[in-house]
C-alpha cells in the first residue's frame, strides 16, 4: 500500500503542473485550421497528411524550446529579444509580430462568428461582436482569478474542440491505406503548395512560440534551483508532447474528415458549405457537434491570442496597454471584413498563409536564444538539438520560397 500511494504522489505532482502547453495548444486547433485543413482534404483528399504529421513534430519540438527558455531564463522571449534589440530594430520587429497576432485574431473570431451563424443562424457582424465579448470576458476570468482558473476553461473548450472536429471520423472512418499513403511528401501543382504553406501557418504559430515562453514563467516563475529545474522541464516536456499530441490528431483528423466525407463533392472549399455537406452525409447530430467545436476553437483561440499580443508588446516596447483595449483594437479588421461580406473562409486560409511568413521571424531568434550559453546556462541546446532547429528553419523558410515561385510562376 505504501509503495501504493508513493507512486502515486509524484504522479499527482506531476499532473499539477500540466496546463500551460493545453493553452498554448489552442493555437493549433483554431478556426484557421480548421479553414485550411477542411480546403485541403476536399481539395486534394489524403495528399497533404504529411504536411500536418510534420507540421505537428515540428510544433511540439518548438513549442518546448519556447517553455524551456521561460522557465530556465525567468523572462519571456518578446523580453529577451527587447533588451537585445536596438530601439529601431526592437520598434520594427514588434510590428511585424503584432501584425501577425493581428492575423490570428482576425482567423479567431471569424471562425467564431461562422460557428455562431450556422448554430443559431445570428448575421456575421453579430456573431463577431459576440466572439469578441466572450473573449474579453475569458481574459477577465484570468486578470482577476489567476492563469489556474484560464488554464482549466481552455482545457475544457480543447475537449471540446476535439469531441466536435473528430466526432464524424467515427461515422465514416478513414481509409488507412490512403493515410499511409498521404505520409508520402509530395504536391500537386500551386494549388496544393499554397495550402501546405497555410496548414504550415496554422499549425506552427508564431505567437504561440512568444507566448508560450510567458505561460510558463507566470504559471511556475523561474527555476530557482537544479533539482526544481529539472521536474519543471520533466513536466514540461510532458505537458507539450500531450498537449501538441491532442492538437495534432484533432488537426489530422480534421483533414481526414473532410477527405473521407467532401471529396470530390461540389462548393465544400467554405466553412459554411462544408458542414452543410457533412450535415447532408453525416446527420444533424455530427454536424452539431462539429459547429459547436469550431465556437470553441474560436472563443478559446481568441483569448489565447489577445494574451499574446499583450506579451508581444510588453516585451519589445517595454509598455504594458490594458488588454481589453488590445481586444477591441484587433477585434476592428474583422468586423470590417464581415460587413463587407468578403467570403470569410478565403479569409481564414489567406491568414494562415501571412502566419507562415511570421514563422522564421520566431523561430531563428527562439534557435539564437535557447543556443546562448549566457541565457540558458547549462540548459543550452547540444549540437543535434541546433541542427534539428535549424533544419526546421530552413525548411520553412524553403515552403515559404516555393509558395511565392510556384505561385508566380503558375
Request: charged fraction near 15%.
Amino acid at each position: 500500500m505504501t509503495k501504493t500511494v508513493g507512486t502515486v504522489r509524484p504522479v499527482a505532482r506531476g499532473l499539477v503542473l500540466l496546463g500551460p502547453a493545453f493553452v498554448a495548444a489552442i493555437a493549433y486547433v483554431d478556426p484557421g485550421n480548421v479553414a485550411a485543413n477542411l480546403t485541403g482534404g476536399a481539395r486534394y483528399g489524403y495528399l497533404l497528411v504529411w504536411v500536418l504529421v510534420a507540421a505537428n513534430l515540428m510544433a511540439a519540438f518548438i513549442q518546448y524550446q519556447s517553455a524551456k527558455l521561460g522557465l530556465v531564463s525567468g523572462r519571456t522571449m518578446p523580453e529577451l529579444l527587447g533588451d537585445r534589440l536596438k530601439p529601431a530594430s526592437r520598434r520594427l520587429f514588434w510590428a511585424q509580430a503584432e501584425l501577425v497576432a493581428a492575423a490570428t485574431d482576425l482567423a479567431e473570431v471569424i471562425g467564431g462568428a461562422i460557428a455562431l451563424n450556422l448554430l443559431f443562424g445570428l448575421p456575421l457582424v453579430f456573431g463577431g461582436l459576440i466572439v469578441g465579448a466572450v473573449s474579453m470576458a475569458l481574459l477577465a476570468l484570468q486578470s482577476r482569478y489567476g492563469q489556474r482558473p484560464f488554464e482549466s476553461v481552455i482545457i475544457g473548450l480543447l475537449a471540446i474542440i476535439a469531441i466536435g472536429f473528430l466526432a464524424g471520423l467515427f461515422v465514416t472512418p478513414p481509409d488507412g491505406a490512403a493515410v499511409v499513403a498521404g505520409l508520402v511528401p509530395r504536391f500537386e501543382g500551386t494549388g496544393s503548395v499554397l495550402l501546405a504553406a497555410s496548414m504550415l501557418g496554422a499549425t506552427v504559430m508564431p505567437h504561440a512560440i512568444y507566448v508560450h515562453s510567458a505561460l510558463v514563467r507566470d504559471r511556475h516563475g523561474r527555476g530557482e534551483t537544479a533539482l526544481r529545474r529539472k521536474r519543471l522541464l520533466r513536466a514540461t516536456k510532458w505537458d507539450v508532447a500531450i498537449a501538441l499530441g491532442i492538437a495534432g490528431v484533432v488537426n489530422i483528423g480534421m483533414l481526414l474528415l473532410a477527405a473521407v466525407n467532401l471529396r470530390g463533392v461540389g462548393n465544400t472549399d467554405s466553412i459554411i458549405n462544408a458542414h452543410a455537406a457533412i450535415r447532408a452525409d453525416l446527420g444533424s447530430g455530427i454536424a452539431l457537434a462539429f459547429a459547436i467545436g469550431l465556437l470553441a476553437s474560436g472563443l478559446a483561440s481568441t483569448s489565447v491570442g489577445s494574451y499574446a499580443g499583450a506579451t508581444i508588446m510588453a516585451g519589445l516596447l517595454k509598455r504594458r496597454y490594458p488588454v481589453f483595449l488590445r481586444r477591441v483594437v484587433t477585434l476592428i479588421p474583422a468586423l470590417v471584413i464581415l460587413v463587407l461580406a468578403i467570403d470569410p473562409t478565403w479569409a481564414l486560409v489567406v491568414s494562415q498563409v501571412f502566419l507562415s511568413f511570421g514563422i522564421p521571424f520566431a523561430l531563428i531568434p527562439l534557435l539564437r536564444l535557447t543556443n546562448d550559453r549566457t541565457v540558458m546556462g547549462e540548459h543550452a541546446n547540444r549540437r543535434p538539438v541546433r541542427l534539428l532547429l535549424s533544419l526546421i528553419a530552413v525548411l520553412v523558410v524553403a515552403l515559404n520560397l516555393a509558395l511565392i515561385v510556384r505561385t508566380i510562376l503558375g
